[in-house]
Structures are given as structure tokens and as C-alpha cells.
């Protein structure tokens, strides 16, 4: 897997690295804050980035009975990529939503997560620890979404309908990507539903 991804940053929590020893051991695995400056940078500087646009609101959808994604409104990352040139290649990892699980808390809670950009949920994985579940997870890599270089993109009618598109592009792929894999996976029964 290393191999694979060699160099990419990972785009964490901005929070996270406000706590010294995580701080520290993010920067050390490469980790960076998953804010615009420094998303840009490392897309400057060449690096690969993987971004969760689903972050807490995608987080408190997990383990129920079917897969649920936060996308439709999280264009962000496609004006981040359209800005730089930069492909987006759709991954879906099947087995990552049921690794932990989590105590049931009132929206409230979530809320709270957001506004704070922390996450307030206590998750439990085996022996309800934070060790998460021994379960097998089937990584599905899609083809890269190539991307023109628009610069810092307007708010013109014109640009919005080139993040739109490609937005609608990499939704597409991620759909087609589950639709495909479910059967490996053993989840033909298990929905998809993408808010």
C-alpha cells in the first residue's frame, strides 16, 4: 500500500495539529491540515492529496445498515483541483464505514462537531476499544478524472458549470466504483446513498 501511495499527503482535521503530540506524529507521517493553503501548497509543491470531503457529517453515517457518502454539496475539492490542474482519482474503500462503531448521540452532537471541526463521537472497535475490527477492507481505485487548469476560478456562469460537471464527474465514478465492487465484497444487498 505504501508502494502504491507513495508521497501522498493526507488531509486531516486542521484541529488535530493544534495537539502537540499529534501534531507531531501527523507531520512525521506526512499528514497535512486539510484546510485551502495547505491543501494548495502541497498541490503545488507536486504531492498527491487525499481528501474525505465527507469529514463529520460523512463520520456520523457510519455503520447502519447500507453506505452512506456526504458529496453533493462538497465541490470545494473540485475548485481546489480545477485551480491547480489537478486529476481526482474517485477511491472507495469498502470495509472502512464498519471498523468502529459508535454510541448513539443526539444531533446536537453533531452540530457541535461541526462548528468546533472536531469530532465529538466516542467510536468502539474490538473489545470496545479504539482498536478497530479485524475486518477485511477492499481498496477501489478509479480512473484519474483529468482536469484543465483554470487558475484561481471567477464566479462566473461559465466556471460554475466546469465545477459542476466535473463534481457531477467524480460522483459518477464514485457511484460506478461501489456499483461495481459491491458483489467482490459481498455487499450486492448493501445501498449506496450519497446526500
Sequence with gaps: MVDTFF???????????????LRHLLAWIGSI??????I??????????????????????????CEQLVLNNRKGVIKLALEHGTPIVPVYVFGQTILWGQFPLPGWV???????????????????TLIP???????????????????????????????????RAVVDSVRELYDFYKGMYGWEERPLYID
Design 110 to 128: 453533531e452540530r457541535l462537531s461541526r462548528r468546533l471541526r472536531a469530532s465529538l463521537f466516542i467510536p468502539f472497535g474490538r473489545f470496545g
Design 7 to 21: 508521497g501522498m499527503k493526507v488531509a486531516t482535521a486542521s484541529i488535530s495539529f493544534r495537539i502537540p503530540p
Design 133 to 167: 475490527r479485524k475486518i477485511p477492507l477492499l481498496y477501489c481505485v478509479g480512473a484519474p478524472i483529468a482536469l484543465p487548469k483554470m487558475g484561481h476560478p471567477a464566479t462566473d456562469h461559465l466556471v460554475q458549470d466546469q465545477i459542476d460537471s466535473a463534481h
Design 33 to 38: 491540515p486539510a484546510d485551502r493553503a495547505s
Design 40 to 65: 494548495s501548497a502541497a498541490l503545488r509543491q507536486g504531492s498527491s492529496v487525499c481528501v474525505f470531503p465527507g469529514g463529520i457529517s460523512e463520520m456520523v453515517r457510519t455503520g447502519g445498515a
